[in-house]
């Protein structure tokens, strides 16, 4: 009797450390292969984040590795649809910034001409030797308004470059500081007719920038100009 329990705990012993031993080695399979699982979500993840990032870039790459997970094929095809409707959109917008851009250069350059004969004529009637100041003073107006819309068709031309992306730059260094007096210089006696007082705060004689000297001078010009005809009197 005594050998036989003896016998039976030693079974009892071999058991549990058996069972222990199952135990310890499912969990460390179970934690292995959670961490494969895990890594391999991270990985699908990461890469969904890179093509969102991509697409938010406008970068319209219509290629999606395939996920195992459901739930991410799921996303994965939801942002593929976007993405074709993102690049669909986006085509169709530059054919129409294309097509608006070719109408308002093809009237623009239809305008130039009529308008360099106009300004060639009225330079003409400017150097005729006339009593008439009635005659005079509508000279002048018509020289004002075709230099006026001369400078309008030029901007449109510049402005449907722009739009297309059609634009070349060069850059230099400029003086911004020495840019902005000439402009100020230019404006002084439109603003004192307003009563208006530019302020400069900057004590610098020379502020370099890179920039094309001709499209911020227009900048700034733009800038005094709508200053010019939207600020209040005083």
Known sequence: NDIAIEQLKNNEKEIIIGTTIIV????ITLIFLFEIYRKNRKKQIDMLTQYVEKVSQKQYILDIDECSEDELNKLKNELYKITVMLKEEAENSKKQKEALADSVSDISHQLKTPLTSIIN????????????????????????????LKKLTEDL???????????????EKINIVE??????????????NKNLQIIVNCNENEININADSRYMYRI???????????????
């Open 24 to 27: 310890i080695l499912t969990g």
């Open 179 to 192: 840019l902005i007096k000439q402009a100020i210089g230019e404006f002084e006696d439109k603003f004192q």
């Open 157 to 171: 031309i510049e402005a449907s470059k722009v739009s297309t992306g059609n634009v070349s730059l060069n850059l």
């Open 121 to 148: 004529y009225v330079d003409l009637l400017k150097k005729e030797d006339i009593a008439n100041e009635k005659a005079n003073e509508y000279i002048n107006i018509l020289d004002n308004k075709s230099q006026r």
């Open 220 to 234: 700034v010009e733009n800038l005094f100009s709508n200053i010019y005809k939207y600020a209040l009197e005083n």
